[in-house]
């Protein structure tokens, strides 16, 4: 959706993603971005109606919301909502691609965060706020939306089911227009996929093009010029990164997660005013 809503001409999103200014509340594997810097991202405005930018750790984040309405009272807010069991399927895949989960198999990962979550064990890699793999927390929706309806008011919230989205793009498309007032709501971008899952081939290699303390990397600048190096490391991860499709859940294991959201999904559901019971379906 952000790279759809980047092509209207009325709309000016962010060149970079995920960038995370606000949610004090997390920690990065890199340092947060300055304020300046963040402003910086918006340089290239010129009459757009609507600027914006997408981080998906704001929704999980317990400070974002408000120090969104802080810095931009009039903002207005798109949340885009997936199956949670197929949310945390698809975040994990992505952390191991990243290289901050050194768990593997996705049902071990879940295994993993009450151990995770009582003793603060981190995968060397992490870097970054250990909240991240507490996968069941970060897709209990209810609470999270509910920060969000309070702060903004339910008129400057928008809510969109990704499966309406992969349904019709189109329609759910414009009705993110018109929410945003713009008046060109007929302007239909080329729908494509974007952000395919992916893999990797080696962890270990992936650790190493991630890590900038990695010993590798440590030794390799003493020897190797910069440009050369970024050359190197670019190569090196292109090499060890394929696209694939993410193998389906076992059924049991999928409606054990089903019953483990259960509630939740009730209580979305009564927020929304929107029967999201298909979620809990088999092979839903």
Do not use: C
């Not at 949340?79 to 949670?84: F, K, S, V």
Request: proline content about 5%.
């Amino acid at each position: 959706m952000d790279s759809f809503l980047g092509k209207h001409p009325e709309i000016f999103m962010a060149p970079v993603k995920e960038l995370h200014y606000f949610g004090t509340d997390l920690k990065f594997n890199v340092p947060r971005i300055k304020l300046n810097d963040y402003l910086m991202q918006f340089a290239g405005v010129k009459n757009e109606k609507r600027i914006g930018e997408s981080s998906v750790w704001y929704l999980y984040s317990k400070r974002a919301a408000q120090e969104i309405k802080q810095f931009a009272p009039s903002a207005r807010i798109i949340i885009m909502l997936r199956n949670p069991v197929d949310m945390i399927h698809s975040q994990h895949s992505q952390l191991v691609y990243e290289g901050f989960e050194d768990i593997p198999d996705f049902e071990a990962a879940l295994a993993a965060e009450e151990t995770r979550k009582k003793a603060g064990v981190l995968p060397p890699l992490i870097g970054t706020s250990i909240e991240f793999l507490f996968y069941r927390e970060t897709a209990r929706y209810s609470g999270q939306l509910r920060r969000y309806l309070d702060i903004f008011g339910e008129q400057n919230v928008h809510v969109i089911i990704y499966d309406d989205f992969k349904n019709d793009q189109s329609g759910v498309y414009r009705g993110t227009l018109a929410f945003l007032g713009l008046e060109n709501i007929d302007f239909v971008p080329e729908f494509r996929i974007i952000n395919q899952n992916k893999k990797i081939r080696s962890l270990a290699i992936q650790k190493m093009v991630k890590d900038v303390n990695h010993p590798i990397r440590k030794f390799i600048k003493k020897f190797v010029p910069l440009e050369m190096r970024s050359s190197l490391l670019e190569r090196a991860h292109d090499l060890n990164v394929y696209s694939a499709t993410r193998v389906p859940l076992p059924d049991a294991f999928r409606r054990k997660l089903q019953r483990d959201f259960a509630s939740d999904i009730k209580s979305l559901s009564i927020m929304l005013k929107r029967d999201l019971s298909f979620w809990l379906e088999a092979g839903a």
